[in-house]
C-alpha cells in the first residue's frame, strides 16, 4: 500500500515536471558575484547535546527506516522527540502570557520577518554572566542607528552562542559541576546554579511597549538573565504578543543595522513554542546604515 502510493506520487511528480519544467536551456544562469547575498545560519544543529532548561525533554533522534522497502525502493526515516523549547527555538507569547496572546501557529506571518537590529553586550557578559542587558544600552542603541522601524526582531549578543559545546560554561555552572536532569523546577533550591545574562525587566518593559519591535532573540538559554526566576522579561514581552528567540547561534557577524531576519519556528497547532531556523540577510556591501 505505502509502495504503491510512493510510485503513484513519484510517476505524477515525472508527469508534472516533464509539462512544467522548461527546456534546460531556459534556465536562468546564476553569476557568482559582490552582489550575491551572504547569508547567515543562526540555528544551531538539533541533537541530543541541545539545550534546554532543566527538566525539559531534550532532542532525541530515532532511526525507523534506513534501507531497502522494498526491492525497488531504498527510504530513511527518523522520528523524534523534545520539548517545544529545545535548542534553538521561538518562544510564542502564550508560553507565559495567558489567554489572548499567540500561539506559534498564530502568529502573523509578516511579523516572522523583519529588520535585525542586533545589540552587542557581549564584552559585558562574558566578564559578569550576571549582566543584563539595560535601558542604556536600548538609548545608546537609539543615538547611534535611530529608533526601530516595524517590524524589527532585536538581537541581543551575550557571547554564551560560543560556549554552545560546553554545557558547564553555557549554563553558567561551577567548573565540574555535574549536570543532572532533576525534573523541572523554577525553584532556586531545586535547580543546578544556574548563572548566565540576559534582558533585564526595565529594557523589556521598554522593549515591550514599543510597537516597532516584533520579537527579540538572544544567544543563550533565556530570555531572562538566570536570576530572575519570576520570567520578568518574558512576562513583560509576551503580554504585549512579541516572541522570544532563545538558543541563537552565533550573532557576531550580525551588524547593528541594516541586515533582514527570517525567524521560522515549525507550525504547531496550539504550541507554546518551537525549533526555528534563523536567517540572516546581510546588507549588501555600502549600503549599511
Ligand atoms: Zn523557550
Given at each position: 500500500m505505502w509502495a504503491g502510493a510512493q510510485s503513484w506520487c513519484w510517476c505524477w511528480c515525472s508527469v508534472v515536471l516533464l509539462v512544467?519544467?522548461?527546456?534546460?536551456?531556459a534556465l536562468p544562469l546564476v553569476h557568482p558575484s559582490a552582489a550575491t547575498p551572504q547569508w547567515l545560519d543562526l540555528s544551531h544543529p538539533l541533537d541530543n547535546t541541545s539545550h534546554h532548561w532543566p527538566g525539559f525533554l531534550g532532542f532525541n533522534l530515532t532511526l525507523m527506516i534506513n534501507g531497502s522497502?522494498?526491492?525497488d525502493v531504498w527510504a530513511a526515516l527518523h522520528n523524534f522527540a523534545s520539548s517545544e523549547h529545545t535548542g534553538t527555538h521561538m518562544d510564542a507569547?502564550?508560553?507565559?502570557?495567558?489567554?489572548g496572546t499567540w500561539s506559534v501557529d498564530q502568529i502573523p506571518a509578516d511579523r516572522l520577518v523583519g529588520h535585525a537590529a542586533m545589540i552587542d553586550i557581549a564584552d559585558r557578559c562574558q566578564a559578569d554572566p550576571d549582566s543584563i542587558l539595560t535601558t542604556d544600552d536600548l538609548a545608546e542603541w537609539r543615538k547611534q542607528h535611530g529608533q526601530f522601524v516595524y517590524p524589527t526582531i532585536l538581537l541581543v549578543r551575550?557571547?554564551?552562542?560560543?560556549?554552545?559545546?560546553?554545557i558547564n560554561r553555557y549554563l553558567g555552572l561551577p567548573e565540574g559541576y555535574q549536570f543532572q536532569e532533576d525534573g523541572f523546577s523554577f525553584s532556586p533550591h531545586e535547580l543546578p546554579p544556574l548563572r548566565f545574562p540576559g534582558i533585564g525587566k526595565a529594557a523589556a518593559d521598554e522593549l515591550a511597549a514599543?510597537?516597532?519591535?516584533v520579537g527579540v532573540g538572544v544567544d543563550c538559554l533565556s530570555l531572562d538573565q538566570s536570576a530572575n526566576l519570576r520570567l520578568e522579561a518574558h512576562h513583560a514581552l509576551f503580554a504585549r504578543n512579541k516572541f522570544g528567540l532563545e538558543n541563537?547561534?552565533?550573532?557576531?557577524?550580525?551588524?547593528?543595522?541594516g541586515a533582514t531576519v527570517m525567524a521560522l519556528p515549525m507550525k504547531i497547532r496550539g504550541g507554546t513554542g518551537g525549533p526555528a531556523r534563523i536567517l540572516v540577510r546581510l546588507p549588501e556591501e555600502g549600503s549599511q546604515s
Open positions: 512544467c519544467a522548461p527546456p534546460l536551456e522497502v522494498t526491492p507569547p502564550i508560553h507565559v502570557g495567558r489567554d551575550t557571547g554564551q552562542a560560543a560556549h554552545r559545546d560546553n514599543d510597537d516597532a519591535v541563537v547561534a552565533d550573532l557576531s557577524r550580525v551588524p547593528a543595522t
